[in-house]
DNA sequence: AATAAAGTTTAGGCATGCCATAATCGGGCA
DNA sequence: TGCCCGATTATGGCATGCCTAAACTTTATT
């Protein structure tokens, strides 16, 4: 149990915090306790008790069957446990040499456990950072955090040009699949050809053209050069 | 929760095998379940419950108001923690720069949660090390452990040389003590004088005599040199 | 040997965090 | 307007891990 801004929280309240965060991120507007119960794989008479106990400590305002909404005091600690969560993905991978695709679910674990020294000796090592290894934005030791105005990859045409700048973290297979190929946050690409129907997509990337399946495509965020 | 041996570990039950350990190695025998009550600083009704759940999971024999035992087992898992513990307390030391003083707490939280993945690499980056920062003794990956013949300090006469190497990692204060003066494990030393009655202890470490309080002294181990 | 003191265990409780099942609510469609 | 279905809550259960108070065993003292 660590305590964050007054607040005692413990592992599964972080969790919660940072689930009701990325879904109000996806959709604005309250998250349903649905929608959180599937995120976190609990049943939603668990997401709906937890929900209820984060009103209770300040975290969140629960109006029952509307949603829940994260207060100030909610979304710190989200930006809290996510600066963690992304500080320990970079170090791991820089210092340790940990791969791409297993350096998320180490930092699910260590991000609850992470003292603010370990914290401030990490980001100082790495000399603040602003992304981690998947190009997710790291919030500040303020807990600012620079939303990205990204594509989704699959809404290019072809001919487009632009970086790949961002991927979800969760899906070690896609990662996996991008690194045999050499393709991480920072490459600059071209459409080649697009198939319709949520086919795969052709885009060059350095010399080689690569195929990018029409799910991976979707959760590849990508910033075009005019 | 993790899994070593086949046996499901909570962090309260790896802690309370490193306490049974820790306390049967000081003085042989089953320990009482006051003394690992003591050690843990809960009553001894929970140390008396908990007892009875490592002989459950086959972590230990307890045969009541006799004491407890480790099994093969409970050693192994005593061990495990232990290696994760020194070794992180070494990481921390030489990577993070995290003050002698201060890496036993933090270890003390990510030995539970460290996975044998991490373990294996940061023992690979540190060079597979035989002592912590402390002076302590790492268990091999085969959770061997060499056990040390020294001498407690303040049993040497004046006139005694040696070399200091190893310190309790528990008290920050003792450390901050002696690293201020810039004693640490591996240093050599000679006794000038000694009060009786547990009475200061004077030393010479290199060029300078130190005074050595008779309760740090006894926390001391050294090797002489004949 | 009897009794006192010390050490240990049991009994009963509390909090956390998860589950399943069943009752209830509310918005959208007929 | 009424009904249905999905969302929500209520209820009861399980496991962990700690507590206090009370009962019990062992050991030390007289
Ligand atoms: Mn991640
Ligand atoms: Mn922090
Ligand atoms: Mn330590
Ligand atoms: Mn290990």
Same mark, same amino acid.
């Given at each position: 149990?660590?305590?964050?801004?007054?607040?005692?929280?413990?592992?599964?309240?972080?969790?919660?915090?940072?689930?009701?965060?990325?879904?109000?991120?996806?959709?604005?507007?309250?998250?349903?306790?649905?929608?959180?119960?599937?995120?976190? *794989?609990?049943?939603? &008479?668990?997401?709906?008790?937890?929900?209820? +106990? #984060?009103? @209770? /400590?300040? !975290? %969140?305002?629960?109006?029952?069957?509307?949603?829940?909404?994260?207060?100030?005091? *909610?979304?710190?600690? &989200?930006?809290?446990?996510?600066?963690?969560? +992304? #500080?320990? @993905? /970079?170090? !791991? %991978?820089?210092?340790?040499?940990?791969?791409?695709?297993?350096?998320?679910?180490?930092?699910?674990?260590?991000?609850?456990?992470?003292?603010?020294?370990?914290?401030?000796?990490?980001?100082?090592?790495?000399?603040?950072?602003?992304?981690?290894?998947?190009?997710?934005?790291?919030?500040?030791?303020?807990?600012?955090?620079?939303?990205?105005?990204?594509?989704?990859?699959?809404?290019?045409?072809?001919?487009?040009?632009?970086?790949?700048?961002?991927?979800?973290?969760?899906?070690?297979?896609?990662?996996?699949?991008?690194?045999?190929?050499?393709?991480?946050?920072?490459?600059?690409?071209?459409?080649?050809?697009?198939?319709?129907?949520?086919?795969?997509?052709?885009?060059?990337?350095?010399?080689?053209?690569?195929?990018?399946?029409?799910?991976?495509?979707?959760?590849?965020?990508?910033?075009?050069?005019?």
């Amino acid at each position: 149990m660590s305590v964050h801004s007054g607040v005692p929280t413990s592992s599964a309240v972080e969790d919660y915090a940072k689930a009701i965060y990325a879904l109000a991120a996806e959709s604005d507007g309250p998250v349903s306790t649905n929608a959180v119960a599937e995120r976190l *794989g609990v049943t939603p &008479a668990s997401a709906s008790a937890m929900v209820k +106990r #984060l009103d @209770e /400590l300040g !975290l %969140a305002r629960h109006v029952p069957y509307r949603g829940v909404e994260l207060t100030a005091r *909610g979304s710190q600690l &989200a930006l809290e446990v996510l600066r963690h969560h +992304r #500080l320990l @993905e /970079l170090y !791991l %991978a820089e210092s340790l040499g940990v791969p791409w695709d297993r350096v998320h679910d180490e930092a699910e674990v260590l991000e609850h456990v992470l003292s603010e020294e370990l914290e401030e000796l990490i980001a100082t090592k790495l000399g603040n950072p602003k992304r981690d290894p998947h190009g997710d934005p790291i919030p500040t030791r303020e807990l600012e955090i620079e939303e990205d105005h990204t594509l989704s990859f699959d809404s290019l045409e072809p001919g487009g040009r632009g970086t790949f700048v961002r991927i979800s973290d969760s899906d070690p297979q896609m990662l996996r699949y991008l690194a045999d190929r050499g393709i991480s946050p920072g490459a600059a690409f071209e459409i080649v050809e697009k198939q319709p129907f949520g086919g795969p997509l052709f885009a060059r990337f350095g010399d080689e053209v690569h195929v990018i399946g029409g799910t991976l495509a979707a959760r590849m965020r990508v910033e075009v050069s005019t």
